[in-house]
């Protein structure tokens, strides 16, 4: 019914660049299937730029089952440079999968890196993935578990939530304000305050019809916990002032337990400007609009020799976390820095993912690495 690539296809190595399929007739008419190691890579050194490794788990399943090795850094690992994945095995075994390898890893990292960078401008804040609108739906699990690989609280599709065993997040959208009509605002409160479970959170949408600062009280005489300012961009004007003003007023009128949540083009820099008085933040395009990781995937080593296309590095690599938050790429036999960590973890061993893929503990690994390496920062 939709332009969906099915899971099957994925699974089969249908979802794959055509040439790599002529590749296969080709080497299978040669009788050659070399056994081969593989490296996943962005930048081949380290430039000053880091970017957070997502997208692990989908990668580990499409390996799953085949006759291949792979080590990886730990989902939710900051890098720098140098290989993020390597894949030992015949080359028959995963020559197809490859088109398919780097779209699991490509938008997954450049999204997961963004969320992260929006986790750093306020590291107590809540924050919400509100991105999902802005892609494909085939891939909304996809945006919202690489904000929560980046720190985010939650998300806002119910999908999503299906797939990784979590509950949405989420309350109105000015449809059902428009819905009940100007003058109505109570009356929409009203009845999603009856209506809905008595665990969803009590947020009021206060930017319908009337001034913020008007709705948002009233809102609060109805005893709702929060209200949610989502102001269109040409109405803004200087928007801290706003949300500052929404506060003052709320705390005059007795409401101070009342929070402000604020959605609609938030940006780190939003995040920066605001977390002082705001409480929480839907974030969406940010997220999504991430430009991808330009991952590549290169034969470094053939029946034991290292090679490599011209340009490339051959022989396989090793990468580590210096003691000073570096991150440093060397020859694999090479000697590691003095006091450095290696970051390659086993992933799959002969076709059984070894690796626990969870994603509380790439939260958490994203959380430490950026402080580590001094990724972002708080004001």
Not at 167 to 192: S, V
Not at 256 to 267: A, K, R
Not at 308 to 315: F, M, T
Not at 349 to 360: F, K, P
Request: negative net charge; contains cysteine; charged residues 25%.
């Amino acid at each position: 019914m939709f332009d969906i690539v099915p899971e099957a296809a994925i699974a089969e190595g249908r979802a794959t660049d055509a040439y790599f399929l002529r590749t296969e007739e080709a080497l299978q008419y040669a009788d050659r299937n070399p056994h081969v190691a593989v490296e996943v890579t962005a930048d081949q050194f380290p430039t000053g730029g880091f970017e957070l490794f997502a997208g692990v788990a989908d990668a580990a399943r499409l390996l799953e089952g085949r006759g291949v090795d792979a080590d990886a850094l730990p989902e939710g690992t900051l890098f720098d440079g140098g290989p993020v994945l390597r894949i030992e095995g015949p080359y028959l075994e995963f020559a197809r999968l490859e088109t398919s390898l780097l779209g699991f890893l490509s938008k997954p990292s450049a999204m997961a890196t963004a969320a992260l960078a929006a986790r750093r401008a306020a590291p107590e804040t809540s924050l919400l993935s509100f991105g999902a609108r802005h892609v494909h739906p085939s891939i909304a699990g996809t945006v919202d578990r690489s904000a929560l690989v980046g720190g985010f609280d939650g998300f806002s599709h119910v999908a999503a939530g299906d797939l990784m065993g979590r509950e949405a997040a989420g309350t109105m959208p000015h449809a059902l304000m428009l819905c009940f009509g100007p003058g109505n605002q109570e009356d929409a409160w009203r009845a999603f305050d009856e209506a809905v479970a008595p665990d969803v959170p009590r947020i009021a949408l206060c930017d319908t019809f009337d001034d913020e600062v008007d709705e948002a009280v009233r809102a609060a005489e109805l005893g709702f916990d929060s209200v949610r300012l989502d102001t269109t961009g040409s109405r803004r004007g200087d928007f801290r002032h706003i949300v500052r003003e929404t506060r003052w007023k709320l705390d005059a009128a007795g409401h101070d337990d009342v929070d402000i949540f604020v959605s609609g083009g938030i940006t780190p820099e939003t995040i920066r400007e605001l977390h002082d008085v705001a409480d929480g933040f839907g974030v969406g395009s940010h997220i999504t609009n991430a430009d991808p990781v330009d991952f590549a995937l290169d034969i470094v080593e053939v029946d034991g020799e290292a090679t490599a296309k011209r340009g490339k590095l051959p022989g396989r690599k090793a990468v580590y976390r210096t003691p000073a938050g570096g991150h440093h790429v060397a020859a694999a036999d090479a000697d590691a820095p003095p006091g450095a960590e290696s970051l390659f973890e086993p992933l799959v061993r002969d076709g059984e993912v070894v690796a626990t893929l969870d994603i509380e503990a790439a939260a958490e690994r994203a959380k430490a690495d950026a402080r580590r390496v001094g990724f972002g920062r708080a004001e």
